[in-house]
């Protein structure tokens, strides 16, 4: 089972790739050329963002060294374990919305604490694989194009954070 | 948004870590976030200008037309303000098989490529349009057939059954897809109600 995921998985990337090449060949389209005249706009997009990630990865990070994070999740706790909500789990979901990297180191501290297959390593995965960094997201793409009004775009991710969040736990919970 | 939360985020830690006496993880903090940001955008160059370009060749082929046929009832219920662009209904389409098919480093430039498109016909050009804010949330919901980098760390971490989250993630994502839908649907509709009040 393994192997056949991981083989569709290796081959998504360049099976996209050659059909789009070989197709564009076929059209006697000048693939070379539509190529680099594409290619030549990807490095404006991330000129454009790169202040951006700057800046983000600079709030983020002091968030995160200077321990408030953790005074952050003392403090919503109590409501969360009101609810039952596993309080292992509790820091992944405070910090996916707000940064992929920390989540990611999370989410495996939490998989080798508890084991990978046990059902609160399994929670993690499940959060990790439902949800996106959702700041970044909004962040890079409001940047690119110099947006700064972004109306209700944080609600609405945020309540699809929330709910993907709380369908991991439920759904994790069902099955073992 | 960023003028707001951004601001909050630096005064809350700094004036935290200076209180609580964090100062020196905090200093080594300052430089390894502008260090891994300079890192991400010179990985993002790469594929962002390798899948930007292949973009632009598959835009070029019939390709596009199949994907966008297969697409159209979604994207003209997602997208209801893009029926007469079909770039930008190109692009969300490729952004969307991108995503669906968990290739996160192709659904970025894509996306992008999709606001600048979105943003031409724009009216508020520092303000998110509807249909913006609708690939936002796609994008932040992120459905995916297979979710690789979970199952590429739970395989390392030793796991007996890695892939076993992938139904789990399904559901999940789901679930995220369709209240993140409903509500900006819900939040259109109500912002376009003020606005004829």
């Known amino acids: 089972m393994i192997d056949v995921i991981n083989f569709i998985s290796n081959l998504a990337m360049p099976f996209i790739i050659l059909i789009i090449v070989f197709y564009g060949f076929l059209e006697k389209k000048e693939v070379f050329d539509k190529f680099l005249e594409g290619a030549k706009d990807g490095i404006k997009i991330v000129v454009n963002i790169f202040p951006t990630l700057i800046g983000l990865f600079l709030a983020v990070g002091a968030l995160r060294n200077s321990g408030i994070i953790d005074i952050a999740i003392r403090l919503i706790e109590p409501i969360l374990h009101f609810v039952n909500f596993p309080s292992e789990i509790m820091p992944l979901a405070i910090l996916r919305p707000i940064s992929g990297s920390s989540s990611i180191a999370i989410a495996t501290d939490i998989m080798k604490n508890f084991g990978v297959d046990s059902q609160i390593g399994i929670m993690a995965s499940v959060i990790m694989g439902?949800?996106?960094?959702?700041?970044?997201?909004?962040?890079?793409?409001?940047?690119?194009?110099?947006?700064?009004?972004?109306?209700?775009?944080?609600?609405?991710?945020?309540?699809?954070?929330?709910?993907g969040i709380i369908a991991s736990v439920v759904i994790c919970r069902f099955l073992s | 948004m960023l003028n707001f939360i951004w601001p909050i985020f630096i005064i809350l830690s700094f004036s935290y870590a200076i209180f609580s006496g964090n100062l020196q993880n905090l200093n080594s903090g300052i430089f390894e976030s502008t260090e891994s940001a300079v890192n991400l955008s010179i990985t993002m160059l790469g594929t962002m200008c390798l899948w930007s370009g292949i973009i632009n060749v598959a835009t070029n082929t019939k390709i596009i037309n199949i994907i966008n046929k297969l697409l159209k009832p979604v994207i003209k219920f997602l997208f209801p303000e893009i029926k007469h662009n079909t770039k930008a209904q190109n692009e969300i389409s490729m952004n969307m098989v991108?995503?669906?098919l968990g290739l996160g480093n192709a659904a970025t430039p894509l996306g992008l490529k999709a606001m600048e498109t979105l943003q031409e016909e724009n009216e508020h050009k520092e303000t998110l349009s509807n249909s913006m804010i609708m690939l936002i949330v796609l994008n932040t919901a992120s459905i995916q057939i297979i979710p690789t980098t979970i199952i590429a760390i739970r395989s390392s971490l030793g796991s007996e059954n890695p892939t076993a989250i992938i139904v789990p993630v399904w559901i999940a994502t789901i679930c995220a897809g369709i209240a993140g839908i409903s509500i900006t649907k819900l939040l259109i509709k109500y912002s376009k109600k003020r606005k004829n009040v």
Do not use: G, M, W
Request: charged share 15%; net charge positive; aromatic share 8%.
């Open chain 1, 130 to 163: 439902a949800t996106e960094t959702t700041l970044y997201t909004i962040a890079v793409y409001s940047s690119s194009v110099k947006i700064k009004k972004t109306r209700f775009v944080l609600i609405a991710s945020l309540t699809a954070d929330i709910v």
């Open chain 2, 98 to 100: 991108a995503n669906i």
